[in-house]
């Protein structure tokens, strides 16, 4: 889509102006990349099910790696989205993540990379599901664009409204806990979108493999923002 190639050019130009998501470095020391595809054998003796204990593997992923944060996740054929009846399909399941996510710390305030205002929001709470979500609309040179926050606490949606303005770096959320978020152990769900097929509140954040092809179309890679060294 054209509007993609303008997007991906004017993030490149203008990414020395974007603010941090957290407040870890995410180029620091402490953060690593974590996989969660069947190329980790450890997952196959994790009940995924039990959040409890899929938090617990998760941090025994960090403390092996001496990390405190955990990236990754863009275009990752997972096979953690078993744990869930909302990923399964009449054909086909979806396993394709379409954001990327940084595991840490329930609680920790999360700000707006970059200026934008609020599309819309809602608590998606099913198990497996986003729990509360954020979408900001923004835009660059003309080119519209949304970014998408998921798996926040429940107190991130009390005093929003659509429309309500963020400038780059204030604080648009906090990390929600489980089972609030959607039950998962705490991460933050960030999604980078051209275009939100007319959704409001939710957007796919994982897809079927046959639907790869379309949302990499519309679903750009977050790191054009985060700039992480750790997922390049």
């Known amino acids: 889509m054209e509007n993609s190639s303008k997007l ?5 130009a203008h990414a020395a102006s974007f603010a941090p998501i957290l407040d870890y470095d995410l180029n620091g020391d402490q ?15 994790t009940e995924l099910r039990d959040t409890a204990a899929f938090e617990t593997f998760v941090l025994e992923m960090l403390r092996q790696k001496n990390a405190q944060v955990g990236v990754g996740g863009y275009f990752e054929n997972r096979v953690i989205y078993r744990r869930s009846e909302h990923f399964a399909g009449p ?7 379409l954001g990327v996510d940084i595991w840490a710390p329930a609680g920790i305030p999360i700000y707006a990379p970059v200026a934008g205002s609020v599309h819309s929001f809602q608590d998606n709470a099913n198990f497996g599901d986003y729990g509360p979500t ?7 040179e003309g080119i519209p664009f949304y970014t998408l926050y998921g798996h926040l606490s429940r107190t ?3 005093g929003l409204s659509v429309g309500k303005p963020f400038a ?7 990390m929600g806990p489980y089972p609030e978020n959607g039950d998962w152990p705490p991460h933050l ?4 979108m051209t275009d939100l097929l007319g959704k409001s509140g939710d957007f796919p954040g994982v897809c079927a493999p046959s639907e790869e092809a379309f949302y990499r179309q519309i679903c750009l890679d977050p790191n054009l923002i985060l700039q992480s060294r750790h997922l390049w």
């Not at 780059?168 to 906090?174: E, K, L």
């Open 91 to 97: 054909q086909e399941s979806r396993s394709i993540h």
């Open 189 to 192: 769900h960030f999604q980078l």
């Open 8 to 12: 991906i050019t004017l993030l490149a």
């Open 168 to 174: 780059a770096g204030q604080q648009v959320a906090t």
């Open 156 to 158: 991130s949606l009390d």
């Open 31 to 45: 953060v690593t990349r974590l996989d969660f595809t069947a190329q980790n054998d450890a997952l196959r003796h």
């Open 134 to 140: 954020i979408l900001l609309q923004h835009e660059l």
